[in-house]
């Protein structure tokens, strides 16, 4: 067992703590969610993040350098909850770059050199979820797991579906129904995960797959979702690639889009944890764009004013917010469907980034984010709709003079331009492909490997049945749906 590494409630009243090894999906005792935390001081001490700089010239060359082979685990030493190396899932994921984009940095009034591009669409299944499934497929590998789930906008499931068929495990993805993007959808059936299409949208998805692997404990399900903590863990290293490509000097400013709002809170916690090691000194401002569709985040932060305070937050507030979303039947609707999300899981992480990284939460309208998607793709290299929700909320920071045009900034470019491609063919020409496809006449498939999506209505028990599993072994009390 790894007793440098545990798993510790973020409420501070709890602070109940797990052994790395354990698997939960929230605290057992209150139900807060979960951060992995380290003893440093029993850790080697490391001097400065250079030396995580010789990984990358050796790429993984070296019989010994699997795992250097990864942008998340050649920074291992900043996130070492694994036992040993032979642990680690991995297939080169996070050899991502840090892209100058002067010429939309021109469109946007912006000098040269001060705005900079992540492209996280560059991983292997096209987005920056895979910087997060390593690391949560090693925690898997290590706790024995056969079986992995996760409720999904697309990318999760395309991610989950990949590493799911190369660690061996099986792959049970829970999408919405009409919801997914055509490039996502066909990952997961591509890399073979048992594909079961919910009749609802990705909240209802979330809570049938939390309440499998609660209420079903003989189907032996290890989750997979932003409410995963390990899964965090690994996208920290977003920001140590960010600074290595900057020679470890913080930028002004992070954009990201937010979704269920994992990423966000990564980041702060891989500031956190640099500023605490003293291997930076500076934290760039943190900014969180919304679809104005699908804004909670920014309802709850910049319209109510809901703050992080004394280690902790007003849930009254929330709960309110979301009882008046539930009485006016309010749900997510944006054409990023990334980020078409209700009830962002991650919230209590992403008040405690916002007050980590002194951060603001912008909104942006679905066209917003279509004219700045088209702006990436014509001046940068693409981009799918959500990621673009950055450079769009950028915009508006310029407009407000929240961020001044000669700060540099860094926009999070999360999946590849080739997910969603209807969005663009309709941008472009107005055809919708999506409504053509659906009315067009389909036939079986005949492929050896054909692996259809399976529509499934919304309860646990068709669930269960869809999965080769018997209702009836259902364990006593079923959680109640919302
Ligand atoms: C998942 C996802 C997001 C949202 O990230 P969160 O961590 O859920 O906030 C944004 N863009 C893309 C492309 C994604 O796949
Ligand atoms: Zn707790």
């Known amino acids: ?214 209420d079903a404990p003989q189907m032996g399900i290890y989750l997979m979702n932003s409410v995963n903590p390990f899964r965090l863990e690994g996208q920290k290293s977003i920001m140590y690639r960010v600074l290595e490509a900057r020679n470890w000097e913080a930028p002004d400013w992070v954009i990201v889009p937010g979704g269920n709002l994992g990423n966000c809170s990564a980041f702060a916690k891989a500031f956190e944890e640099l500023k605490e090691l003293g291997l930076i000194k500076k934290v760039p401002r943190l900014a969180v764009i919304n679809a104005s569709g699908a804004n909670t985040l920014y309802q709850l932060y910049t319209k109510q004013g809901l703050r992080w305070k004394n280690d902790w937050y007003d849930a009254s507030v929330v709960q309110g917010f979301y009882a008046t979303m539930d009485e006016n039947n309010i749900h997510a609707h944006t054409v990023a469907s990334a980020i078409e999300i209700g009830h962002p899981v991650n919230l209590p992480k992403a008040l405690r980034a916002l007050a980590t990284m002194d951060g603001v939460v912008e909104e942006v309208t679905d066209d917003e984010i279509l004219e700045h998607r088209a702006m990436i793709a014509r001046w940068g290299f693409g981009c799918e709709p959500a990621s673009a929700a950055s450079v769009a909320g950028l915009r508006r920071l310029l407009d407000k003079q929240v961020i001044s045009p000669d700060e540099t900034v860094v926009c999070i470019l999360t999946g590849h331009e080739l997910k969603d491609p209807n969005v663009t063919v309709k941008y472009h020409t107005g055809i919708d492909m999506k409504a053509a496809q659906e009315a067009a006449p389909s036939s079986p498939p005949q492929g050896r490997l054909s692996n259809r999506p399976v529509p499934v209505e919304d309860s646990l028990e068709a669930i269960l049945r869809a999965m080769g599993g018997d209702p009836r072994m259902l364990s006593g009390a079923v959680t109640a749906a919302r």
């Not at 109940?16 to 992995?36: P, T």
């Not at 070296?62 to 990864?70: K, L, P, T, V, W």
């Not at 906008?153 to 792959?171: I, R, W």
């Not at 919801?179 to 009749?199: E, H, P, R």
């Open 1 to 214: 067992m790894n007793d440098v590494a545990f798993q510790q409630c973020m409420n501070p009243v709890c602070g109940a703590r797990y052994a790395v090894d354990e698997v939960h999906v929230s605290c057992a005792k209150c139900g807060s969610l979960l951060d992995i935390r380290y003893d440093w001081d029993r850790l080697p001490r490391l001097k400065s993040l250079s030396y995580f700089e010789h990984r990358w010239s050796t790429k993984g060359t070296e019989a010994e350098g699997r795992a250097d082979f990864s942008g998340v685990w050649r920074f291992r030493e900043l996130l070492p909850f694994y036992r040993t190396e032979e642990d680690i899932v991995t297939v080169g994921e996070g050899r991502t770059q840090l892209q100058k984009a002067d010429i939309l940095a021109r469109h946007m009034g912006m000098k040269a050199g001060s705005l900079l591009l992540q492209y996280e669409g560059l991983n292997p299944s096209g987005s920056f979820k895979d910087n997060g499934m390593t690391a949560a497929f090693t925690h898997a590998r290590m706790v024995g797991a056969k079986r992995v789930a996760c409720a999904s906008t697309g990318n999760t499931s395309a991610s989950l579906a990949l590493f799911a068929s190369l660690a061996e495990m099986q792959g049970v993805v829970f999408i919405g129904s009409g919801k997914i993007s055509l490039g996502k959808l066909s990952q997961a059936l591509d890399y073979g995960a048992l594909t079961l299409q919910i009749q609802g949208d990705f909240d209802a998805c979330l809570r049938r797959v939390r309440q499998v692997a609660v």
